[in-house]
């Protein structure tokens, strides 16, 4: 059974700094990309940042220069440090595992940024 549990959520000022976990279980996980998205109310669920099974990074222009996505393969857990957090971070976040032909999603954890 696939299994996607995010932690490490909570509110926080403009400027301060969280790290997200999502820990995996049930497929492959150093074999598939991987991926944090969020989600503010009544607005869409966007991509923040996506780690291939080799390392290889790409985030949102939003947060580039300020998150950071990692995954420890040995412990089958992705990670999402983020720092300088703004007000417009306010979401729930997602963590994501891309697995073909589908992907799984875990149920989100939610970071507040407050002014």
């Known amino acids: 059974q696939v299994q996607l549990v995010e932690s490490g959520g909570g509110s926080v000022q403009a400027g301060g700094s969280l790290r997200l976990s999502c820990a995996a279980s049930?497929?492959?996980?150093?074999?598939?990309?991987m991926g944090w998205y969020r989600q503010a109310p009544g607005k869409s669920r966007d991509l923040v940042a996506r780690?291939?099974?080799?390392?290889?990074?790409s985030y949102a222009d939003s947060v580039k220069g300020r998150f950071t996505i990692s995954r420890d393969n040995a412990k089958n857990t992705v990670f999402l440090q983020m720092n300088s957090l703004k007000p417009e971070d306010t979401a729930v976040y997602l963590c994501r595992a891309e697995s073909p032909p589908g992907a799984y999603w875990g149920q989100g954890t939610q970071v507040t940024v407050s002014s």
């Open positions: 780690i291939s099974s080799g390392g290889t990074t």
């Open positions: 049930g497929f492959p996980f150093s074999s598939v990309y």
